[in-house]
């Protein structure tokens, strides 16, 4: 069995996660306390009850990242499994460099902070978006997207999520003013998501200096080799990942690519660490490798069957 571990990002957050960990695991508790005095931040009250909260990206980033150290430290602890590879989306990629050896924990959930906040304050007085399109060719949307760029507006796809579903980046109205021209080119439909930051495109550029800078006392090099969202390298030094984690700031997530060249590389299991299971809905219609997503305590109990 080849595993490879990977990790949620941003909206795969809902209120109440976590909790499930933290009363049966005291190292699911234990990280709550220190993430909570790293930041100086309740975080149970933030993962609990302030769903306002949670909803910043400041505090979404931490918080999604802190269920998914919860889920991995647990299994690593009771199961022992290894993974050769990891990967993840967008923040995710983040979650699987750190979490696989390539820093504290301590130091990576106030970097998980910093890059909430330092994307915020790239969009800050900018009205940004972000908008999915759904059942339009790739190729056709990114004409549409080069197309209105050469007019002037700022529209980027940002997260190639799997062939069909595609989510783009940019000017709030500028967004707006494609949607009609992707129904017309074939698209079912396209919806502005509740995203208070434009990911993965050029708006961000102002966000990779302060995050490149606090990438280099933060982070060593990784245990495993982890798949980029930005060009599907293999990295693990501390060196590469400068490169290619401040890059994924304006760079497109090429989530079903990296699925894809996980299966070349002759992965045979995923195991998603996390809330929820946005990753395994995609896997299971990129991929015909079986993903299990570590959620809950009752989910752990489904590792004893591999």
Same mark, same amino acid.
């Given at each position: ?27 699911? $508790?234990?990280? /709550? +306390?220190?993430? %909570? !005095?790293? #930041? *100086?931040?309740?975080? &149970? @009250? ?125 000017? $709030?109205?500028? /967004? +707006?003013?494609? %949607? !009609?021209? #992707? *129904?017309?080119?074939? &698209? @079912? ?118």
């Amino acid at each position: 069995m080849k595993y490879a571990f990977i990790y949620p990002g941003q909206g795969s957050q809902t209120k109440g996660m976590g909790r499930d960990f933290v009363e049966n695991f005291s190292i699911a $508790k234990m990280l /709550l +306390e220190e993430a %909570s !005095d790293s #930041l *100086k931040q309740d975080m &149970a @009250k933030i993962l609990y009850e302030d769903e306002e909260k949670l909803n910043e990206t400041q505090y979404t980033q931490p918080a999604i990242f802190l269920v998914s150290a919860m889920a991995h430290k647990i299994v690593e602890k009771e199961y022992g499994i290894k993974a050769e590879i990891a990967f993840g989306h967008s923040l995710g990629e983040v979650s699987a460099y750190c979490l696989n050896g390539g820093a504290n924990f301590g130091d990576s959930i106030y970097l998980t902070h910093k890059r909430g906040q330092f994307m915020a304050e790239a969009c800050k007085n900018k009205n940004v978006g972000m908008m999915v399109c759904l059942g339009l060719a790739t190729n056709v949307l990114e004409d549409i997207c080069i197309k209105a760029q050469k007019e002037g507006k700022q529209v980027w796809a940002a997260n190639y999520n799997m062939e069909g579903q595609v989510v783009l980046a940019g000017i $709030k109205e500028d /967004l +707006e003013s494609v %949607s !009609d021209t #992707l *129904k017309e080119a074939g &698209a @079912k439909r396209t919806l502005l998501l509740k995203m208070s930051v434009a990911s993965h495109c050029p708006l961000l550029q102002d966000s990779i200096p302060p995050f490149k800078a606090l990438l280099e006392t933060s982070i060593n090099d990784s245990n495993i080799e982890i798949i980029s969202n930005a060009n599907l390298s293999l990295y693990k030094t501390k060196e590469e990942a400068l490169q290619n984690l401040t890059q994924q700031l304006i760079k497109p997530v090429l989530y079903h690519q990296c699925v894809s060249k996980a299966k070349e590389l002759g992965v045979t299991q995923f195991i998603e660490f996390g809330n929820g299971s946005v990753l395994a809905g995609l896997n299971n219609k990129i991929s015909d490798i079986p993903t299990i997503s570590i959620n809950s305590v009752q989910s752990i109990q489904g590792l004893g069957s591999l």
